[in-house]
Nanobody, 128 residues
Framework: QVQLVESGGGLVQAGGSLRLSCAASGRTFSGVTTAWFRQAPGKEREFVAAISYYSVNTDYEDSAQGRFTISRDNAKNTVYLQMNSLKPEDTAIYYC?????????????????????WGQGTQVTVSS
């Protein structure tokens, strides 16, 4: 079993930055795809960004493109989400998730139901 723990959330003013971390432990796998999703109050969970195991491929939801950067350090079993130019509409609980295999090039990349392991989430609040 894989355990994922997110950290780095908090309260920030609009225009500010945060870096989220997702640390994996337990039975970690190579060749996984890892993604960040978020869920705002009253809304469905939505895809934010994804990265392949060797960081060759990344994908971003339109509103994250150009402001957020996903990266990973496999030696530390950690995936990061650097978020810059934050907006109030970025306020949500952010979750990391991982699935065995490379999901890039498939319809499942942005589908939350395709991911096997999830963290508990970290709250990001952006004030205006």
């Amino acid at each position: 079993q894989v355990q994922l723990v997110e950290s780095g959330g908090g309260l920030v003013q609009a225009g500010g930055s945060l870096r989220l971390s997702c640390a994996a432990s337990g039975r970690t796998f190579s060749g996984v795809t890892t993604a960040w999703f978020r869920q705002a109050p009253g809304k469905e969970r939505e895809f934010v960004a994804a990265i392949s195991y060797y960081s060759v491929n990344t994908d971003y939801e339109d509103s994250a493109q150009g402001r957020f950067t996903i990266s990973r350090d496999n030696a530390k079993n950690t995936v990061y989400l650097q978020m810059n130019s934050l907006k109030p509409e970025d306020t949500a609980i952010y979750y990391c998730a991982t699935v065995r295999g490379n999901s890039f090039g498939t319809r499942s990349l942005r589908r939350d139901t395709a991911y096997e392991f999830w963290g508990q989430g970290t709250q990001v609040t952006v004030s205006s």
